[in-house]
């Protein structure tokens, strides 16, 4: 299968800034001062990510925001595919938007995102939700202006989603949600094709970003004042695959370790089996990244994990594991994904991913039951398990996550760790919230100058998701 990747060209580019003026004039015309947008973000960091480029884009092209529906003028659903359940949310939110519309004709509703991007969904909502003005794709985010024009001043509803391997766009404005923290898209896509899983589907093929344009923004960030810079990909460590010359994750990362500046890099999410020796090694090396490794096994059994199409076995993640535990020592903080109920998953079975959650000893988990999602191989596998039965192995997996979680937290008792103080914390008024370099909270009393910073904090008190905590020294 030859695989086509555009990059979005100069005069591409070019032509969607015209099209971002053109509505400006026109909302201009229409508006006496900024009319409003609101944009919905479902699912993912990367989904987020996107979402901070569209209001960058619609912010050039002259809206303000608001987080209220019913007073914006445009509404914007940046959905996600990955469960049944955030569909129904999708579908749920969009539907109660009709009554709004008929009252409100001139407000545009759009959806785009990952479920955009399904055949059937975007058959459905044609079909059934006639007051939607605009769809489009994953592919085609870049073109929001075009696009919006075309619905702004069109007779038809706008439908734009093509089926393609994926593109790459630089250059386009972002609005970041937090000043501290940013996201750091450095690849699209994904080519694993989990059994279960639709992203292969609805984001296209793996494609790099090149690295000076990452080194690039990564600068910016960091010159803005950005502590906390997470790079996104669906599978970090086949990073710069594609690439000519060929760069591994593991020697951007150093690239970005050594540039000049106060800051800690993150990353996710990493698949065990392209997880490398060197990269965990660059992990405990680089004195910028941190300790935290989020490394999804999806299952303890190595049916579950060859009938998923994961491409490793248990005892290939628990090496990874363990050695990363031999070079970062307690510093590490592991979490991981996992997927309870895979189609003909037996009960033995998933007392295999039990085992396996004991034996990482993950600071925290991300658990799923598994959702079946159309066009994948595993919808098409037999499931005789019922979703209460699932449901009830889930409580078990919770329950003895819970107490791991809750036995991580109490070795932390009188340690003391470099934190980021990124907000106002939740125990307390005067109270302040800061992350470890393991991606733990820490919650302390402390003044709001300090959030921003990075400080020395003493844990005096680890609860079960959260630890209490005392300022040691301050750091310049
Ligand atoms: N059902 C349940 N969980 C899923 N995930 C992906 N696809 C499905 C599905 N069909 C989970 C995986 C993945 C995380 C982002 O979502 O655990 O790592
Ligand atoms: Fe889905 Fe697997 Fe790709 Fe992750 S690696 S996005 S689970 S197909």
Redesign the pocket.
């Known amino acids: 299968m030859a695989v086509e990747i555009k990059r979005i060209s100069e005069p591409e580019l070019k032509q969607q800034n015209e099209y971002s003026q053109k509505v400006n004039n026109l909302l201009q015309s229409r508006y006496s001062g900024k009319p409003l947008a609101c944009v919905v973000t479902y699912g993912?960091q990367q989904n987020i990510a996107d979402s901070e480029r569209i209001k960058g884009m619609l912010s050039e092209m002259g809206y303000a925001f608001c987080e209220e529906r019913t007073q914006a003028n445009l509404i914007i659903f940046n959905t996600c595919a990955?469960?049944e359940h955030a569909e129904d949310r999708v579908f749920g939110n969009v539907g109660a938007l009709k009554k709004y519309k008929l009252s409100h004709p001139d407000t545009i509703i759009a959806l785009c995102g990952c479920m955009m991007q399904q055949e059937h969904i975007a058959k459905k909502i044609k079909q059934s939700f006639s007051f939607v003005d605009l769809v489009f794709g994953t592919h085609v985010v870049h073109r929001l202006p075009e696009l919006l024009y075309k619905a702004l001043t069109g007779k038809r509803r706008v439908f734009e989603r093509p089926d393609i391997d994926g593109v790459i766009a630089e250059g386009i404005p972002v609005k970041r949600d937090e000043e501290n923290r940013a996201w750091l898209p450095i690849m699209y896509g994904c080519n694993n094709f989990c059994s279960?899983?639709?992203v292969p589907y609805v984001r296209g093929r793996e494609r790099s970003r090149r690295v000076d344009d990452i080194v690039r923004e990564f600068k910016d960030l960091v010159s803005d004042g950005c502590k906390e810079i997470t790079l996104l990909g669906q599978n970090v460590n086949s990073y710069g695959k594609d690439l000519e010359p060929k760069v591994t994750f593991a020697e951007l990362l150093k690239m970005l370790n050594d540039l000049d500046g106060d800051f800690r890099i993150r990353f996710m999410?990493s698949h065990p089996k392209d997880c490398t020796k060197e990269l965990l090694e660059t992990m405990a090396s680089c004195d910028k990244v941190a300790t935290h490794l989020h490394l999804?096994f999806?299952s303890g059994n190595d049916r579950v994990l060859k009938a998923m199409n994961r491409q490793y076995t248990r005892e290939k993640y628990l090496s990874l594991i363990n050695y990363a535990r031999e070079l970062m020592g307690d510093n590490l903080s592991v979490t991981s994904?996992?997927?309870v109920g895979f189609p003909g998953e037996t009960y033995e079975e998933f007392q295999d991913t039990l085992s396996l959650v004991e034996e990482i000893k993950a600071t925290s988990l991300?658990t799923?039951?598994?959702?079946?999602?159309v066009g994948?191989p595993?919808a098409e596998m037999d499931d005789p398990i019922a979703y209460e039965e699932k449901s009830k192995w889930m409580r078990e997996l919770l329950a003895v996550q819970e107490r791991i979680s809750g036995e991580q937290m109490a070795l932390h008792k009188g340690k003391t760790f470099k934190c980021f103080v990124y907000g106002k914390g939740k125990q307390g008024d005067n109270y302040l919230a800061a992350r470890t370099d393991g991606n733990l909270i820490i919650e302390f009393e402390g003044d709001d100058g300090l959030i921003g910073t990075f400080q020395n904090i003493k844990v005096t008190e680890p609860l079960t998701y959260v630890m209490l905590g005392e300022l040691e020294r301050t750091e310049k």
Do not use: K, L, M
């Not at 799923?368 to 999602?373: H, L, M, V």
């Open positions: 993912c990955v469960r279960y899983c639709v999410t999804p999806q994904d996992i997927i991300f799923f039951i598994y959702s079946p999602r994948t595993a």
